[in-house]
């Protein structure tokens, strides 16, 4: 009898297992990600919204509220459709430069459009002011050629700047997915629709496009959600003028304490995310399309003709001036030193000084938060490599179990970047309810700093990697496969080739959003660990011409450290990744 | 299975660095971003105690207190600093302190102790005044405006950068001064003559006085920004090279300048309460005290606590500062701005 019982339980086991493999086997890649979704993300937003947000705290809001929250809306919708357009116009063609292009300084100048992404909002306006400011190069070299007496052009302030802005922060988006497509493109398939006769326009239409489609989509829909949840750009560089969702979710949340209305905001701003994610996801499963990819340097030449070479110098004139002008100011304000006396002085006068820098070695008020450059540095790449692995192994199951499309995927593949969308300030207000006890209390934890910096790079890792591996006919996988290769042995023969420069151009992503993120306004930070930008920020806090030339020193290190660390990873030699 | 064994493995590594058992007692003090003092006067409490401080930075004033007030359930310091008068009563309200009555507050002035019940007790306080470049006026053969009536003068059009009170303490200081000089009836007038005569806006502080004043680094256009009496002293203290003289000095009309004090407080649910008040104890007496203008360039409010000689030299306190009831100010703030923005920005 209990023999008997025991065969039939051990039956009923076996059929549980095999119902749990066949469920599991989805599930596998997502649960990691999900876990951590689901804990960082969804439950400290779902509580603070629930307590900004119940049936009770609601009453509190009024007509005017609403009004308040429509024109947010419409601003936000505005100023992040004009951004992305011209982002794109700026992005398509320096993608398809990068691309297809050998020429001189190119490394260099990957690097330097990629640069913008990480730094902070305050170094960034301090660069244009000294730029395109009232007293900037700009306006008093015009000033001095045509003998004005005031400013020529005044558009800090404007809706102007804040596009420019938000072109010099998210040109690096467009190039490096869209880059990253192009330069994988089977030329054989223009050639071919070439040779039957179709004049180049229609190649593009029909053969280019489509197959960069998934590419375009995705850099524009990233692009899309940076710029409409802008924060610092409007705040420093738009001013008191402009105000977008988040600016004015910040101005409820934190000086108000309206926080039923912060919660309607966070919830439009959050649905709204979730609308063009869900779009974008259906657009992407209608017409990806999946090609031999080739390897990127078959698809390298040098300008030849007088057209190409146009294209070519046009670009590097208009990349240079688009992210060098405002770059540069920084290192050269941090060698440069108002005239002495400046109570009594008639013109500025400037000197160069490398004080600055050794200054940032010397704690000269004994201040507990002194925290040297190197420190500093070490600090943030910590941080940043914290958060490249953890988005990569996040990331890489997901953005795999995605290139095949399925019920599942399609479900939760919007929500994968609803984190982009979430308002900072809000996500850090629920942090604080939620982690404050145990067995969840690690608000004050300093390893917060990388789980919140995942959860904005967790989104550009799975989109740089999903086009590439869904880019990956199946007959590859099915030839390697029916020559005798072992699972393990197709995925690095056939897959992993074809993806390790996505891989390293998701590693990019994650590192510079890591380096640039400033979280201090909406987590808990422990100030004996701060990073770059954080540092930067303490400066910026006090009056004097030391604090300032510090703070431009910082930015200088930060802006090196950066540069070297994205050079480093481009340059890796992944084994096995051939020329791909 | 490896990247969710990392995954667990990273989340144990938080619970442990979170819930690691400690040998020394810590005790636990939320403050803004702005919160500075000197290693040796931190460290001579912490020997003398036999405890370990940590800092947990939270954000501007504001932000630092609304989420001390939003974890007051499971409090994560056991003592608040940074609250000031105008956000005094939003943390009365809230409940958030343990009241203590430190034999401290003996030394410090009647004008400054703004809560009867002792639960937050003052600790520092500042000026919120219009600074000018010498340098500009001088230049200019153009006189220092002395009050807030003069900056309406058309000899000062678009000279003046002030900060937005939705978003900046300085700016909504500036902002509670005119109303305190003018009156709730009358401040919209005011303000609505100041854009006529060609008022700059900016959100913070960092943009006005290093991007819009002429008399920073920023070198920008406006001779005219809203900052603190005190930072004329962090222009020499922090200057590139020496300087004999500040470049930049206060406005010290009648009430062009409003006074801002800091509170600090016991959170209430510390499991270290006697620690919490001798640290209150602490911030009160006469070394943390005179340690406060160099570390944040306000001044102390105990009596006894002496001033560096940068600040007798080169900062002042205003001789008439503007101050209005934290209770009146709780009451109208929301509303005195969402009037301000319609007037002066839309």
């Known amino acids: 009898m209990s023999i008997y019982h025991e065969d039939e339980q051990a039956i009923k086991t076996t059929k549980l297992g095999g119902f749990l493999s066949s469920w599991f086997k989805p599930v596998l890649p997502w649960l990691g990600a999900s876990v951590f979704l689901g804990l960082f993300f969804f439950y400290p937003l779902a509580r ?145 629709a070439s040779t039957l006769g179709a004049d180049p326009p229609r190649v593009l239409n029909r053969v280019t496009l489509p197959l960069l489609r998934p590419s375009i989509l995705a850099a524009t829909v990233l692009v899309f959600i940076f710029d409409f949840t802008s924060f610092g750009v409007i705040l420093l560089l738009g001013g008191p003028g402009f105000s977008t969702l988040e600016v004015e979710i910040y101005k409820q949340a934190m000086q108000i304490f309206n926080l039923p209305l912060a919660g309607l905001l966070s919830l439009i701003q959050l649905l709204c995310t979730l609308a063009f994610s869900i779009l974008y996801s259906r ?169 919140a910096h995942t959860l904005i790079a967790l989104p550009f890792v799975i989109r740089s990697l999903q086009p590439a591996l869904a880019s990956i006919p199946d007959r590859l996988r099915q030839a390697a496969a029916s020559l005798g290769a072992s699972s393990y042995r197709v995925w690095f023969a056939v897959d992993w080739p074809i993806v390790a420069r996505a891989t390293l151009s998701a590693a990019v992503f994650a590192f510079t959003i890591s380096l640039g993120e400033f979280g201090a306004s909406s987590l808990v930070v422990r100030p004996e660990y701060p990073t770059l930008p954080i540092a930067i920020a303490r400066f910026l806090s006090q009056p004097g011409g030391m604090n300032y030339g510090q703070a431009m020193a910082m930015a200088t290190v930060l802006m090196v450290v950066c540069g070297i660390g994205i050079l480093l990873i481009e340059r890796l030699r992944l084994p096995g990744a051939g020329e791909f | ?39 040796s006067v931190i460290t001579a409490f912490e020997q003398a105690n036999n405890v370990k401080l940590i800092f947990l930075k939270s954000g501007d004033a504001g932000a630092a207190l609304n989420k001390a007030i939003l974890s007051k359930d499971a409090p994560l310091a056991d003592v608040f600093y940074g609250v000031d008068n105008t956000f005094l009563s939003r943390a009365l309200d809230a409940g958030i302190y343990e009241p203590y009555a430190s034999p401290l507050l003996a030394n410090i002035p009647v004008e400054f102790k703004l ?59 500036f902002l509670l001064a005119t109303i ?27 943009t006005a006085y290093y991007t819009n004043f002429s008399g920073s680094s920023g070198h920008g256009l406006q001779p005219l920004v809203v900052s603190y009496s005190s930072s004329p002293a962090a222009e020499v203290i922090y200057a590139s090279s020496p300087l004999t003289t ?43 005290q005179q340690d406060i203008p160099l570390q944040m360039f306000v001044y102390p409010v105990n009596l006894d606590a002496s001033l560096p000689q940068e600040f007798i030299q080169y900062a002042q306190t205003a001789r008439q500062p503007a101050t209005l009831d934290p209770a009146v100010i709780a009451a109208n703030r929301d509303k005195w701005i969402a009037d301000w923005t319609a007037t002066v920005l839309h």
């Not at chain 1, 629930?50 to 007509?63: E, S, V």
């Not at chain 1, 604080?432 to 789980?451: C, D, E, G, K, W």
């Open chain 1, 283 to 451: 657009i992407v499963i209608r017409t990806a399309a999946t090609s031999a990819p080739r390897a990127a340097a078959t698809n390298l030449r040098s300008a030849r003709t007088g057209r190409q070479k146009l294209f070519l110098s046009g670009m590097v004139v208009l990349l240079l001036g688009l992210f060098l002008l405002p770059l540069v100011s920084l290192p050269l304000a941090s060698v440069t030193r108002l005239a002495a006396d400046r109570g009594e002085r008639g013109p500025v006068q400037y000197g160069i000084t490398t004080d600055y820098y050794s200054e940032l070695f010397i704690n000269r008020s004994d201040s507990i938060f002194f925290v040297p450059p190197f420190e500093a540095v070490g600090n943030s790449l910590g941080y940043a490599g914290l958060t490249v692995v953890l988005s990569l192994v996040l990331g890489f199951p997901v953005a795999s179990a995605l290139a095949h499309p399925s019920h599942l995927g399609r479900f939760l593949d919007p929500l994968l970047m609803l984190p982009l969308g979430a308002s900072a300030v809000t996500l850090g207000l629920g942090f604080i309810i939620t982690f404050n006890r145990p067995p969840l209390a690690f608000v004050t934890s300093p390893l917060l700093v990388p789980l």
């Open chain 2, 180 to 206: 305190k000089h003018f009156g709730p009836d009358g401040y919209l007038a005011y303000w609505r003559s100041l854009r006529a005569n060609g008022l700059v806006v900016v959100d913070g502080w960092e």
């Open chain 1, 48 to 192: 603070i919204l629930w307590l900004g947000l119940n049936p009770a705290a609601l009453n509190t809001i009024d007509l005017a509220s609403l009004l308040l929250a429509i024109r947010s809306l419409l601003f936000t919708f505005y100023q992040a459709a004009l951004s992305t357009i011209l982002t794109l116009v700026i992005g398509l063609p320096a993608a398809i430069l990068f691309a297809r292009y050998n020429f001189r300084g190119k490394s260099f100048l990957r690097v330097l459009t990629a640069i913008p992404f990480m730094l902070p909002t305050v170094v960034v306006a301090a660069g244009f002011n000294a730029l395109l400011g009232p007293r900037g190069w700009i306006n008093l070299g015009l000033m001095d050629l045509y003998h004005l007496q005031s400013a020529p052009i005044s558009i800090v302030g404007t809706l102007g700047i804040i596009l420019l802005a938000h072109v010099f922060y998210n040109t690096t988006i467009v190039i490096r997915l869209v880059g990253n497509a192009i330069s994988h493109l089977d030329p054989r398939l223009e050639q071919a």
């Open chain 2, 1 to 39: 299975m490896k990247q969710i064994l990392l995954v667990v493995f990273l989340l144990t590594a938080i619970f442990f660095s979170a819930c690691s058992p400690q040998s020394t007692i810590t005790l636990t003090i939320m403050t803004h971003d702005s919160f500075a003092a000197s290693q």
């Open chain 2, 246 to 288: 500040s470049p930049t000095a206060s406005i010290l009309g009648p009430d062009t300048c409003f006074r801002q004090v800091e509170f600090v407080g016991i959170l209430k649910g510390t499991r270290h309460l006697n620690l919490a008040q001798k640290f209150v104890d602490f911030m009160l007496n006469r070394q943390f």
């Open chain 2, 115 to 173: 809560d009867p019940h002792n639960q937050a007790l003052p600790v520092d306080y500042g000026d919120i005044c219009i600074n000018y470049d010498k340098a500009f006026f001088a230049s200019h053969n153009l006189p220092i405006p002395a009050s807030l009536e003069d900056l309406l003068k058309p000899e000062y059009k678009t000279l003046l950068v002030v900060e937005n009170p939705a978003t900046s303490s300085p700016g909504l200081g």
